[in-house]
Nanobody, 123 residues
Framework: QVQLVESGGGLVQAGGSLRLSCAGS????????MAWFRQAPGKEREFVAA??????YYSDSVKGRFTISRDNAKNTVYLQMNSLRPEDTAVYYC??????????????????WGQGTQVTVSS
């Protein structure tokens, strides 16, 4: 069992930066792939970034602007978000699961989810 708690969301102007954190519990944290998804009002939950073993993956919409990283010693995964845009506004969720290189972007592959943190980017 893994419990996840996100933090770091907030209101930022376009072009600004935020760093999200996701603290996990459980001794098996390091064995899971970790990902960030986001959901805007009226839209489906969409993949943002994942770290699977030592490889990182990004959606095209955030590639070059966002960076995912993890610190297994602290049971924490981060999402550094730079050059934020109004269209990045959403609730951001971290997730943990057993995934592979061909399904890391699918929410259904992740068994554990945090409660979400709101990110709002003003224009």
């Amino acid at each position: 069992q893994v419990q996840l708690v996100e933090s770091g969301g907030g209101l930022v102007q376009a072009g600004g930066s935020l760093r999200l954190s996701c603290a996990g519990s459980g001794r098996t944290f390091s064995s899971y792939a970790m990902a960030w998804f986001r959901q805007a009002p009226g839209k489906e939950r969409e993949f943002v970034a994942a770290v699977v073993f030592s490889r990182t993956y990004y959606s095209d919409s955030v590639k070059g602007r966002f960076t995912i990283s993890r610190d297994n010693a602290k049971n924490t995964v981060y999402l550094q978000m730079n050059s934020l845009r109004p269209e990045d506004t959403a609730v951001y969720y971290c997730a943990a699961g057993v995934v592979s290189y061909n399904n890391y972007y699918t929410p259904q592959q992740y068994a554990y989810w945090g409660q979400g943190t709101q990110v709002t980017v003003s224009s």
